[in-house]
């Protein structure tokens, strides 16, 4: 009889113990946003200077006055509101991207560039726009704004651009402008 009884406490216990852990796990979120308004950033950063680096080199900088993170949304971004520079080094050798304002998109790894877009790449081709989208996934640049695109022999000017980031296959698109052609 105590074994039966003990039985049934066990089982209750278990039950009450199950039950605890599923009802407590789905509140966490909550309980990181109490106290933070939905319209307020979850954090301001003020005069950012991060650093990527990949097997002990930088493989990144990134610059930034103020960025907000809004990481306590359902949709979780980042917002770089006065600017953002980010220089980009592969093999010693330096691009940059400049933009006067930025917004990352967490779970889709977009990155939304807007307003005196500037990518300067190492060998002096230069990309300019007012939006550039950077598709962090397919390492892929597009927009469907104005381009004006330099290399070293043209200027091409356009409405659109799709390129990959080494701008090995870059491409304007509704070409206007100066190009050199091959005979």
Same mark, same amino acid.
């Given at each position: 009889?105590?074994?039966?009884?003990?039985?049934?406490?066990?089982?209750?216990?278990?039950?009450?113990?199950?039950?605890?852990?599923?009802?407590?796990?789905?509140?966490?979120?909550?309980?990181?946003? !109490?106290?933070?308004?939905? *319209?307020?950033?979850? =954090?301001?950063?003020? $005069?950012?200077? +991060? #650093?990527?680096?990949?097997?002990?080199?930088?493989?990144?900088?990134?610059?930034?006055?103020?960025?907000?993170?809004?990481?306590?949304?359902?949709?979780?971004?980042?917002?770089?509101?006065?600017?953002?520079?980010?220089?980009?080094?592969?093999?010693?050798?330096?691009?940059?991207?400049?933009?006067?304002?930025?917004?990352?998109?967490?779970?889709?790894?977009? !990155?939304?560039?807007?307003? *005196?877009?500037?990518? =300067?790449?190492?060998? $002096?081709?230069? +990309? #300019?726009?007012?939006?550039?989208?950077?598709?962090?996934?397919?390492?892929?640049?597009?927009?469907?704004?104005?381009?004006?695109?330099?290399?070293?022999?043209?200027?091409?000017?356009?409405?659109?651009?799709?390129?990959?980031?080494?701008?090995?296959?870059?491409?304007?698109?509704?070409?206007?402008?100066?190009?050199?052609?091959?005979?």
């Amino acid at each position: 009889m105590k074994t039966n009884i003990a039985y049934k406490i066990f089982n209750i216990v278990t039950v009450f113990t199950v039950a605890m852990f599923f009802s407590c796990s789905d509140h966490i979120d909550k309980v990181h946003k !109490i106290g933070i308004s939905e *319209n307020e950033p979850f =954090t301001v950063d003020y $005069n950012l200077n +991060l #650093k990527y680096t990949d097997s002990g080199r930088i493989t990144a900088n990134l610059i930034s006055t103020k960025a907000l993170d809004y990481s306590n949304r359902d949709f979780p971004y980042r917002e770089f509101v006065d600017g953002v520079e980010l220089d980009i080094f592969d093999d010693n050798k330096k691009s940059v991207v400049i933009a006067d304002y930025a917004i990352i998109y967490t779970e889709t790894d977009l !990155i939304d560039m807007q307003s *005196n877009v500037v990518i =300067t790449t190492h060998d $002096n081709q230069v +990309l #300019k726009t007012d939006q550039l989208f950077y598709d962090q996934k397919n390492d892929w640049l597009f927009t469907n704004e104005a381009v004006s695109f330099k290399s070293e022999q043209d200027l091409i000017n356009g409405h659109g651009f799709d390129s990959n980031t080494k701008f090995t296959n870059a491409e304007v698109l509704e070409v206007t402008g100066i190009i050199t052609l091959e005979e």
